[in-house]
């Protein structure tokens, strides 16, 4: 079991500035590195506060890398819908090459209809584009001359530099939430699985089943060359020394983190897209969360190291995973809240789950 931070700003700026967050998080990342954990992750959101703080996991990442020596450096993802395979091909390639190897490139389909408004992307293309340009990126890392003629982007013979680092191409993970076709293509692709969120009790089967119909894929596809299959799950945690004080402590920064993915995810009300069925007013599934949501495994990890040990063994066992991506910036926390989450969890925890 591998385990790594995983942040996702979702600060309003009259409560704290890019500068303070940026500070705060880049002393997690460093402290994250020294204490063993596996990764620290990064994710790409634009224009309002569910992540519009990061535009650019690479360049957050680029700062990472500068200041910590042995911490893998992964996307949690690259919104592969809004940009040119070839600028994501060579600046993926740049940070391999800065951090000595250590980068991961995780890409998402992206969700939220005023970011492919602001794009001009429409969101009835978004799968065809999204898979189009990630299989572009990663014949630019194979291939001396790679040409592609798409209705998105066309070119003949484009080498790209600077070469990738890692042999053949830094891993891959991309993110995947209903779509039985989505999981299939990953698994073909032999690329790394990453769940955004723990399903709720009753999606539970079919998150399974679709997780299943990714672990055959690849299997098939790829079982024969050595490569196996990966599945990572992105979640908030909380650490304390009794349940009652983790749950006391995270309530408030939960209730912050649901009320802003909420506000986001409400840009779906009057939109429609078959692209995205089941999406078209997923803000109200985050509205007015009980005290039993918040203290649900489809919220976050919460509860004391006996707890959350118990909640790791059972997520692990339900979604065959073998990475978890702590989230620990949720609610706005300050470096003094996430430090002492993740001190917790690397003492008490970590040397538990192997």
């Not at 990738?164 to 039985?180: E, L």
């Not at 032999?190 to 894929?217: H, N, Q, W």
Request: glycine letters at 6%; a negative charge.
């Amino acid at each position: 079991m591998k385990h790594g931070i995983s942040l996702l700003p979702d600060c309003r700026p009259h409560h704290r500035s890019a500068t303070e967050y940026f500070a705060d998080a880049l002393h997690i990342s460093r402290l994250a590195d020294r204490l063993g954990f596996d990764y620290v992750k990064m994710t790409e959101h634009y224009l309002r506060d569910y992540g519009g703080y990061c535009p650019s996991p690479l360049a957050f990442l680029s700062a990472v890398a500068a200041q910590t020596s042995r911490i893998r450096l992964m996307t949690g993802g690259i919104q592969a819908s809004f940009h040119h395979p070839v600028q994501l091909a060579a600046e993926a390639a740049q940070l391999d090459a800065i951090s000595e190897g250590r980068l991961e490139v995780g890409f998402a389909r992206a969700w939220l209809p005023y970011e492919f408004e602001a794009f001009g992307v429409d969101l009835d293309d978004s799968r065809t584009k999204f898979t189009a340009t990630i299989e572009a990126v990663q014949r630019l890392w194979t291939e001396k001359k790679a040409s592609e003629d798409t209705p998105f982007f066309r070119y003949t013979d484009a080498t790209s530099l600077p070469p990738v680092t890692q042999t053949p191409y830094p891993p891959v993970w991309v993110a995947a939430v209903r779509s039985r076709e989505s999981f299939a293509w990953i698994g073909e692709k032999g690329f790394s699985l990453l769940i955004a969120s723990p399903p709720k009790e009753d999606e539970l089967p079919r998150v399974r089943e679709m997780i299943e119909v990714y672990r055959e894929t690849f299997e098939d596809e790829h079982g024969s060359t050595g490569l196996t299959p990966r599945v990572g799950l992105s979640v908030p945690l909380f650490v304390a020394d009794s349940d009652e004080e983790a749950y006391r402590a995270a309530a408030p920064y939960l209730r912050e983190y649901l009320q802003v993915w909420g506000e986001a995810a409400n840009s779906w009300t009057g939109v429609k897209s078959a692209a995205y069925p089941g999406y078209s007013t997923p803000g109200k599934t985050f509205a007015g969360a009980s005290e039993e949501d918040l203290r649900s495994n489809a919220t976050g990890v919460v509860g004391s190291p006996e707890t959350v040990l118990e909640k790791i063994a059972w997520l692990r066992k339900q979604l065959h995973l073998d990475t978890m991506l702590w989230q620990i910036d949720y609610g706005g926390q300050d470096a003094t809240s996430m430090e002492r989450n993740v001190r917790l969890f690397a003492q008490e925890i970590m040397p538990k789950v192997t």
